[in-house]
């Protein structure tokens, strides 16, 4: 079984950075596209950001500039770092990740980090 622990998330005034990171731990096959999505009071999870283990990204509407992801393979780690934050960034960040274990994809979610951010 595999966890996903994120970490990073707290409290930031409107302008500011914050970086998140959330590791994959258990029994691992191999993890393919890991990515953050985020979930605002009485709104839907929506995709932030995406990376594959081969480098693409993919991004949410209007985050690719301030927004950047990347991921550390040999530690399966996928990291979030968010510039120039904006009050509507608030919300429940998750981490996902695809194991992939022989022909099975099964997606894995974190517990979720707060990132609250302050006009």
């Known amino acids: 079984q595999v966890q996903l622990v994120e970490s990073g998330g707290g409290l930031v005034q409107a302008g500011g950075s914050l970086r998140l990171s959330c590791a994959a731990s258990?029994?691992?096959?191999?993890?393919?596209?890991m990515g953050w999505y985020r979930q605002a009071p009485g709104k839907q999870r929506e995709l932030v950001a995406s990376?594959?283990?081969?480098?693409?990204?993919n991004y949410g509407d209007s985050l690719e500039g301030r927004f950047t992801i990347s991921r550390d393979n040999a530690k399966n780690t996928v990291y979030l770092q968010m510039n120039s934050l904006k009050p509507e960034d608030t919300g429940v960040y998750y981490c996902?990740?695809?194991?992939?274990?022989?022909?099975?994809?099964?997606?894995?979610w974190g517990q979720g980090t707060q990132v609250t951010v302050s006009s």
């Open positions: 990376i594959t283990n081969g480098g693409s990204t």
């Open positions: 258990g029994t691992i096959f191999k993890i393919n596209t």
């Open positions: 996902n990740a695809l194991h992939a274990v022989f022909q099975v994809v099964l997606p894995v």
